[in-house]
């Protein structure tokens, strides 16, 4: 086998690992994202595909320096081919992709998390959604936005008023304190079940057929955003 042959078997290699890599993560990332960002709450965190998107990223990143290594090696030789840099430029390019919504995702819940800090500091002490619904990395982060959170408003003027009036999660007098997340709001839904999904409103049912987009109540369709029968759009 002579030195073509073995650059051709590399780049070959190369172009197959990168499409069956990135086929079907990207679009699994893409939905959970868009899910998260037009969501009025908080979705359960997406461990095991984000575990699976930041490995990915990490060996394509190294893969990269590998591989431009070996390319300052033999560039001077006129060994390298132009459709060997281009794939390099390609699989760079799908990296900063993937990195972009990544890190759309992480501050999108962080956004939520900021908005709803005692109402999900309360969430995630239950056994029901404490595991799911915060990575452990946010739990950490919401916990200690909240003593900040606290500290500013005690400094601030909370330590001039009444002791009474001083617990930011109160809800006696009929008012709360905590402000949640609105999930009666109104959101665009496509429908991706093969088999019609039929939706019970207040005064009437609504079928939702496949590729159909709808205008409906976040709380009437939460349940089939898990299962992947819709998305948001």
Not at 127 to 143: F, M, N, P, T, V
Request: aromatic letters at 10%; a negative charge; glycine letters at 4%.
């Amino acid at each position: 086998m002579d030195i073509d042959d073995i650059l051709r078997e590399f780049e070959e290699s190369s172009t197959k690992r990168f499409e069956t890599a990135t086929s079907n993560i990207c679009q699994d990332l893409i939905t959970a994202a868009m899910n998260e960002r037009m969501a009025p709450e908080l979705l359960p965190y997406k461990a095991s595909l984000m575990n699976t998107i930041l490995t990915h990223i990490s060996n394509q990143q190294q893969y990269l320096l590998d591989s431009h290594e070996y390319g300052e090696m033999n560039s001077a030789n006129g060994i390298i081919s132009s459709d060997f840099k281009l794939q390099l430029m390609i699989i760079e390019t799908d990296v900063e992709r993937l990195s972009y919504i990544v890190r759309l995702y992480l501050r999108t819940r962080l956004s939520k998390i900021n908005k709803f800090t005692i109402f999900y500091i309360n969430k995630s002490n239950k056994e029901d959604d404490g595991d799911d619904l915060l990575s452990a990395e946010e739990k950490d982060y919401i916990h200690q936005y909240y003593l900040l959170l606290t500290s500013l408003y005690n400094n601030c003027f909370l330590k001039k008023l009444p002791q009474i009036l001083t617990y930011l999660d109160d809800n006696s007098g009929g008012q709360n304190m905590i402000v949640a997340p609105d999930i009666d709001q109104f959101v665009f839904v496509k429908c991706l079940s093969e088999t019609p999904v039929l939706l019970h409103l207040e005064d009437d049912e609504l079928e939702l057929v496949k590729n159909g987009v709808y205008v409906v109540k976040y709380s009437s369709v939460k349940q089939y955003l898990e299962i992947g029968d819709l998305v948001l759009i």
